[in-house]
């Protein structure tokens, strides 16, 4: 099955390498639109980077500018893991191509409310801030959409505070709104992420590729690799690209549904998302949480994909 697919991200080296995964992989993927959010960097090198990364996959597809900031919160940014780019390690041409003028949330809102698209999926790799903009301005995208595909969270501990993971901890309140919605979700947290290492064989293996874009994917990730080993991970943990790698090949990874709650007061545990795995609260699961990743074979579905590119 084909599927028609937005992504928001804040590239960011492994949302970089969702993008690319993506834009690779037309037979199972429409990418119908990019979405740029303010996290790793800020906005102005989130969509300054998406746009470079478009062109270098040779791929035609419209980027969109969404928030600059946090629902509530200050913006905090992670340069100290990505570099002041963002995406540290590759050095890709001034795009030519311009953002649209359309804000990310309402573009979100106009691509899932599409009447004559299959039910589209929203693929979401770094603050939730765009997304629950949009369904804060239409909540019943949340029963249009086929599914909202996110990294995010950790069932144990977090890699920004001991609690938090950082695209939750950037905006928890976005992200509660979005756990909150009635959305099919399907959750990557950390403890997943971390199955999921670049190691320097399987860069390696990238490198060898010898492409514009694999060149400039081994430079990123030589560069995050080293940076990346926040939250106990033995090595830089490729977090975003496996949203989209499940969307190509579910058998990559293995879950269970649970109830997932954000936390938005307590000062400590800010961010902190509580994944109820054994039905402890009673409540419903609102998510599917991913638990187990292939790490091989996800990394032989990503020098496969990346060899189709430029
Ligand atoms: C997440 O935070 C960002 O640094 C990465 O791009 C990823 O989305 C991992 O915690
Ligand atoms: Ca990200």
């Known amino acids: 099955m084909r599927r028609t697919v937005v992504l928001d991200c804040d ?115 770094g603050p ?14 949340a029963r249009r959409l086929d599914a909202i595909v996110l990294m995010g969270g950790a069932v144990g501990l977090g890699n920004v505070t001991p609690a938090a993971e950082f695209n939750m901890y950037v905006d928890p309140h976005a992200a509660r709104i979005v756990f909150e919605s009635g959305a099919r979700i399907v959750m990557f947290p950390l403890d997943v992420t971390h199955q999921v290492l670049v190691t320097e064989e399987r860069l390696g293996r990238i490198r060898a590729l010898g492409t514009r874009s694999a060149r400039a994917v081994a430079g990123m990730l030589a560069f995050y690799r080293g940076r990346g080993r926040t939250g106990g991970a033995r090595e830089g943990p490729l977090h975003d690209p496996c949203t989209v790698a499940w969307l190509v090949d579910p058998g990559l990874f293995c879950g269970r549904a649970a109830r997932v709650e954000v936390e938005c007061e307590s000062p400590l545990g800010l961010g902190r998302t509580y994944v109820d795995l054994h039905g402890t609260t009673g409540r419903p699961p609102n998510a599917e949480v991913m638990l187990q990743a292939d790490a091989e074979r996800f990394f032989e579905l990503l020098v496969e994909r990346l060899a189709r590119l430029p």
């Not at 390690?89 to 953002?99: I, K, M, Y």
């Not at 997304?131 to 301005?137: E, K, S």
Request: with cysteine; charged share 20%; proline share 9%.
């Open 11 to 125: 590239p960011g080296q492994d949302d970089a390498v969702a993008i690319l995964l993506a834009l690779a992989s037309p037979g199972e993927l429409e990418v119908r639109a990019i979405m740029a959010v303010a996290g790793n960097v800020p906005l102005v090198r989130t969509v300054d980077n998406a746009l470079r990364l478009v062109e270098l996959a040779g791929a035609c597809v419209p980027v969109h500018a969404g928030c600059a900031r946090p629902l509530l919160r200050e913006l905090v940014t992670a340069e100290h893991v990505h570099g002041e780019t963002g995406i540290d390690g590759a050095d890709l041409p001034h795009p030519a191509r311009e953002p649209e003028r359309e804000h990310a949330a309402l573009a979100i809102v106009r691509h899932l409310s599409d009447p004559t698209a299959e039910r589209p999926t929203l693929v979401a790799t």
């Open 128 to 141: 939730l801030t765009n997304v629950a903009l949009a369904l804060t301005l239409a909540p019943d995208l």
